[in-house]
């Protein structure tokens, strides 16, 4: 009993430290760092100040809400297309095409989300490849600048985090027993009811943790809305950057930060509760 | 055996030690330590040089995180140091004994030494200098000669400017303010603020983006997807050589003029290597070579002789006397001033 205590102690203390040191004992600080701010005379003081700011300065919580839509938004559309991908890679696919496809979805994140961006404003910006051929064909006479727009940053953040979709929804999907479909077809069910009834409802559990995953990146990402949003594309992370880099307000950026933080949660705790789930049975 | 086995290891140890050369830890821009003026420094000396690029701001937040350490020089600009030293102490007072002063423009090195100063002692040395001004395609807008112009419907969706304290102040100057002279008075400065603002929101529609780093500003200027641009110098002169309808050109308001500099950071533990360095890069052939590859204008007092002729032509072909005169020069900016201009870029950029 003794010695079994000492080993947990010795394998579970790097992972407590790891934990300890890098992600609790900055967030404290961060934390207090949140609640203190200057006052008129430029002393550091306890305050609410920086939590106020976001709720009386309007392009403060006018950003969050837009860039919490914007998520959900990402998130549904990575859902509609992740789910006929993931359903055919599980289901309808040969074995060793399975590999490769899984292989195909893998290999765009080898490299670095910026250099898939810059692949993108390559192919989209006005003097780029997509407008080069559409000239050449004849198509457009003018070349439309495609990039620098919200429909360009929310397809490049869907393109971001599609690989985080579909690995969980082809897991869960390799569960379904095969016969209950061909089972519904027997008993003349259409191809809709099959998929309300039975695949969705198996699937739950996978599209929840995807759906969590895929809001949390799009959420926290900086890189995409930044490069290929257009003029009035500021992100959440951006203000956060922000308020830590240009202004060197420290305070104001650690209560955004936990704000972020905060109210994700808030996101994510009312999508389980309106679909009737808990965190644990996703999670597991 | 055992005994001898710690011996070798600890021989070994030590001269691991000995032989592990000294390093110089740079906290600088992109461009300003070209690889071969470091090669020649690491023959001359022994010392490695490590770079890590970096801009202003982002020098200032990570010299504050680590409460000056990690560095054993910096490169901020010169309008950001005084503010930013009195309250974080993130850099150490410069022995100027150290530095040799007759390699630098006289005016200059006084120049930054009284902009630095905090409690007596000044921070920094310049090290090179340029301005924000426009870069502008004349095949395709001929007349643009004023910071108006980036605001200018005429030229809509083809204008890109960097979202950042620069445009604040140039827009500022298109409206006929004079923002340096309202550092001082807060309240003033935070209604021309407004004003900048709305002018800068109203304008969205002229702007193709916000450009982010230079290299793409550049790419899309190349591209004639953009014809009117706030830029620095050094990058107008660059499609110069590719595209002679394309020059930098200072707008009738005057140009923005900047002094990079040399400072040391508060718990550098090289402080010798710094020195070295310094003396080093301000010697007239390397000051000339950086000159001739960057394109930026240094402090170096005859790096002239160095720099190649096409680069001083395109000193001559931009400013001209009158136009050197009309430079405005960033006096050092106070921080509070930073918070409220954060805010409004932030304000900017949510606008639809």
């Known amino acids: 009993m003794k010695r079994s205590r000492l080993a947990f102690w010795i394998f579970f203390a790097p992972v407590f430290l790891w934990l300890f040191l890098l992600i609790v004992l900055p967030h404290l600080e961060l934390l207090t760092m949140s609640f203190m701010g200057e006052n008129d005379y430029g002393d550091t003081v306890w305050t609410l100040n920086n939590y106020m700011n976001f709720f009386n300065e309007p392009v403060y919580w006018y950003t969050f809400v837009r860039t919490a839509m914007f998520a959900i938004l990402t998130t549904f559309i990575t859902f509609l297309l992740a789910m006929p991908v993931s359903f055919y890679i599980a289901k309808l696919a040969r074995t060793k095409v399975q590999g490769a496809l899984m292989i195909m979805l893998l290999l765009p994140f080898w490299v670095s989300e910026l250099v898939r961006i810059y692949g993108w404003m390559i192919l989209l910006r006005e003097s780029g490849v997509l407008n080069y051929f559409m000239l050449q064909l004849g198509i457009i006479d003018k070349p439309i600048e495609m990039l620098y727009n919200d429909a360009s940053m929310i397809m490049g953040l869907v393109y971001t985090s599609m690989l985080f979709m579909i690995v969980p929804l082809v897991s869960v999907m390799e569960s379904l027993d095969d016969s209950l479909i061909e089972a519904a077809h027997d008993l003349g069910a259409g191809s809709f009811a099959i998929w309300r009834t039975i695949i969705l409802p198996h699937c739950k559990p996978g599209i929840t943790s995807g759906s969590i995953v895929v809001f949390m990146l799009a959420l926290g990402n900086y890189l995409t809305p930044n490069l290929m949003g257009g003029k009035n594309s500021l992100w959440f992370t951006e203000q956060i950057y922000n308020q830590f880099i240009a202004s060197f307000n ?13 109210l994700s949660s808030l996101i994510i705790w009312v999508g389980l509760k309106l679909t009737g789930q808990k965190l644990g049975e996703v999670a597991s | 055996m055992k005994k ?43 010392i490695k040089v490590e770079v890590t690029f970096s801009n202003n701001e982002e020098m200032i937040a990570k010299l504050r995180a680590t409460r000056g350490a990690g560095f054993d020089l910096a490169q901020p600009s010169q309008d950001r140091i005084s503010s930013v030293q009195e309250k974080y102490k993130i850099y150490k007072a410069l022995d100027y004994s150290k530095i040799k002063s007759d390699l630098f423009i006289p005016s200059m090195l006084a120049a930054v030494k009284k902009n630095t100063v905090v409690k007596g002692k000044s921070y920094a040395v310049p090290f090179c200098w340029g301005t924000s001004g426009l870069i502008v395609n004349s095949d395709k807008a001929p007349e643009v000669d004023s910071w108006k112009d980036l605001l200018n419907s005429k030229y809509a969706g083809r204008v890109s400017y960097r979202l950042k304290r620069p445009i604040l102040i140039a827009t500022a100057f298109a409206l006929g303010y004079d923002p340096f002279a309202l550092y001082s008075d807060i309240p003033a400065y935070k209604a021309m603020l407004d004003k900048v603002a709305d002018a800068l929101i109203k304008a969205k529609p002229v702007v193709k983006n916000y450009w982010a780093n230079g290299d793409s500003l550049l790419e899309s200027m190349r591209s004639e997807e953009v014809f009117v641009a706030m830029a620095w110098d050094a990058g107008g002169w660059k499609l110069h050589g590719d595209n002679k309808a394309i020059d930098f050109k200072a707008p009738k308001e005057g140009a923005l003029g900047w002094i990079d500099t040399f400072a040391i950071p508060a718990k550098a533990k090289n402080v010798d290597a710094a020195y070295k360095w310094i003396n080093f890069i301000m010697k007239p052939e390397n000051a000339g070579y950086f000159s001739s590859q960057e394109k930026y204008a240094t402090a170096s007092k005859d790096a002239l002789k160095f720099t190649a002729t096409s680069v001083a032509a395109n000193f001559a072909r931009s400013f001209p006397q009158e136009t050197i005169d009309n430079i405005k020069w960033y006096p050092p900016v106070p921080a509070i001033l930073e918070r409220l201009e954060g805010k409004i870029l932030d304000k900017v950029k949510a606008a639809n």
């Open chain 1, 250 to 262: 420290w305070n104001q950026g650690a209560a955004f930060g936990f704000l972020l933080l905060l």
């Open chain 2, 4 to 46: 001898i086995l710690v011996l070798v290891l600890m021989a070994m140890f030590a001269f691991a030690g000995a032989a592990h050369a000294e390093t110089l830890k740079l906290l600088t821009w992109k461009g300003y330590a070209p690889q071969k003026l470091i090669d020649t420094f690491e023959k001359e000396t022994g």
